[in-house]
């Protein structure tokens, strides 16, 4: 399918810009999606056109009035270049400021409606942003009208994928869903798992597009748009850590369809200008097409490697010490997630535990790692490494011992 894969409809989605006024990050970041995609499509002897792009909330920091105007001469930019956008409105970010009134202030401003439900190229999709009662997320009217919507949509093309985008995630579905994790919401998932044909694009958490558990496929299919603001991840349970360089970290996904209907979703490290990931959907809409369900993906995962000359260097400033060691690499294209560094004494038992959680989420990963061991009491040691993968799986330790 990969080699075979032609596209014949495509756009591009993504979510958490949080701009915060002209010329700030978030800003030039969704500008530069723009110039990126529409540059990605021209490279394309096959199909050379972006069908649409979509922002899936979050759009503006704290949803000022000079937030949003800002958004809007990205939004005039985009119409110049032929790339205009359809946008959800979230809760969260978005409504801060002005609340409830931030949903017709942007509407002033674009001539949308915050809720849509339009066909694009043969393709249904459907937006929800928060809802104009005060106290809600999205409010029960919302689910019923995203039941008619769906209804709709799928009497319409009931053998093609129906395209669904919010804000926060819909809870126990992708990576950041989790009560673990701190995001996700309930309100949504019973009625759509009655509906196959969805693919459900949310954003909220930040967690990056390239962690395969990003991707998460059982009674329809739902996807996470990572964030043009920075990463966070989930690690031991541990919610909202901010690893390193986690604000040069910018994901956004290229969304393409061929003419069966098969789907290839393009992560892309903006910063980088560089592709992060690829996943390829047998026609999603197919409830028996679900190669990407949890447990398949655990299933085919294998665990990483490090070299057969990898080697542990320990270094001491100050009576503190640190172990610098070589990347591992993936054998199964899921990436490394964690390094797992023991320090033993002499009898193996552990008086040091330390993680280190790879730059991943970027395009350019270090080849070298670091891990601070802290203070040691004279005395002899083993120092030993695991790489681990997301789905928990570790390599073959390496292992350096030491004499204090």
């Known amino acids: 399918m990969k080699n075979e894969f032609i596209p014949v409809f495509r756009f591009v989605i993504c979510s958490d810009a949080h701009i915060e006024g002209i010329g700030t990050p978030g800003y030039n970041r969704l500008k530069k999606v723009i110039d990126y995609s529409l540059d990605f499509a021209l490279k394309d002897e096959n199909y050379n056109k972006i069908d649409k792009f979509f922002i899936a909330g979050d759009i503006t920091n704290k949803g000022s009035k000079e937030e949003f105007d800002a958004f809007k001469e990205i939004y005039d930019y985009g119409i110049e270049k032929g790339a205009e956008f359809l946008c959800t409105v979230a809760k969260g970010h978005d409504s801060i400021t002005m609340g409830k009134k931030s949903l017709e202030y942007f509407k002033s401003l674009t001539n949308q409606e915050t ?7 043969g393709y249904h999709f459907i937006g929800i942003s928060t809802s104009k009662m005060k106290k809600h997320f999205n409010s029960q009217f919302q689910k019923m009208w995203l039941k008619k919507q769906l209804d709709k949509a799928v009497a319409d093309t009931p053998d093609k994928p129906v395209f669904l985008m919010h804000h926060e995630h819909i809870k126990y579905t992708v990576y950041g869903s989790f009560d673990e994790d701190g995001w996700g919401k309930i309100l949504f998932a019973d009625l ?13 958490s930040h967690y990056p597009v390239n962690d395969p558990r990003s991707l998460w496929q059982k ?9 043009l603001k920075y990463t966070e991840l989930t690690v031991d ?34 910063l980088a200008e560089e592709i992060l990931c690829e996943y390829y ?10 190669e990407h369900t949890p447990e398949k993906q655990r299933s085919r995962s294998k665990p990483p490697v490090f ?26 294209k899921m990436p490394v997630f964690i390094y797992r560094v023991y320090v033993e004494d002499e009898n193996g038992k552990a008086v040091k535990e330390r993680k280190t959680i790879p730059t991943y989420y970027l395009y350019n990963v270090a080849e070298k790692l670091y891990t601070h061991l802290g203070r040691l009491p004279k005395g002899k040691y083993t120092v030993k ?6 789905y928990g799986l570790q390599s073959e330790y390496i292992e350096k011992t030491i004499e204090i």
């Open 115 to 121: 809720d849509f439900h339009r066909v694009i190229g």
């Open 307 to 332: 070299s057969s000359d990898a080697e542990i260097s320990i270094t001491e400033k100050d009576g503190f010490y640190k172990a610098e060691y070589p990347k591992a690499e993936s054998t199964d």
């Open 237 to 270: 349970g541990e919610q909202k850590i901010h690893p390193d360089l986690f604000e040069d970290c910018a994901n956004f996904l290229i969304v393409e369809a061929d003419k069966d209907d098969n789907i290839r979703i393009v992560g892309i490290d903006i």
């Open 281 to 290: 959907l047998k026609n999603p809409a197919d409830k028996n097409n679900r």
């Open 192 to 204: 759509l798992k009655n509906y196959p044909n969805v693919v459900d694009f949310s954003g909220h």
């Open 219 to 227: 009674e329809y299919t739902a996807m996470g748009t990572g964030s």
């Open 385 to 390: 490494i695991t790489a681990e993968n997301v």
